[in-house]
């Protein structure tokens, strides 16, 4: 397989001509694209497998922590697109979901669950690695990212 150098755009796939503006780009898209086994491309961190591109790189993301969705009224950002929808929610006025501890309210129902271990101190998931617990799973998820890479 050849890189090739375009005027336009830095590299172009020697295979399928798909232009991109960095190799980085067309390295990881020659890996997913022309390194297939079965149509299923591995995740680079895990044996996780998909036959879907959005859903790799989505699951990559829990790997690596990238966060490329933001949030335009705050500047939250998220690793899913649909992540970021569920989060504008909370820029309108509709919480339906009420703290009977502390009144405060959620657009979700999972957030007021995830909000109510702070009264209760339940601590859920737990870093399979160093037995440290989380009060939800994407703190575990951030800890295994930075403790146990």
Do not use: W
């Not at 503006?21 to 890996?31: F, I, N, T």
């Not at 993301?61 to 992540?83: I, Q, V, W």
């Not at 919480?95 to 702070?118: A, E």
């Amino acid at each position: 397989m050849s890189i090739v150098s375009t005027p336009r755009q830095s590299f172009s796939c020697g295979i399928c001509n798909q232009p991109f503006p960095s190799r980085e780009l067309l390295l990881r898209h020659r890996r997913r694209t022309h390194n297939r086994m079965d149509g299923r491309v591995e995740c680079r961190y895990c044996s996780y497998s998909s036959n879907h591109m959005a859903t790799l790189d989505a699951h990559e993301r829990k790997h690596t922590g990238e966060k490329p969705f933001g949030c335009g009224t705050c500047g939250k950002t998220f690793t899913r697109k649909s992540s970021l929808n569920l989060h504008m929610k909370t820029h309108m006025q509709r919480r339906p979901f009420g703290c009977d501890s502390c009144g405060r309210r959620f657009t979700q129902k999972v957030h007021l669950i995830c909000h109510q271990r702070q009264h209760t101190g339940e601590a859920p998931y737990e870093c399979d690695h160093c037995r440290m617990r989380f009060k939800n799973s994407s703190g575990l998820r951030s800890h295994k990212i930075k403790q146990h890479p």
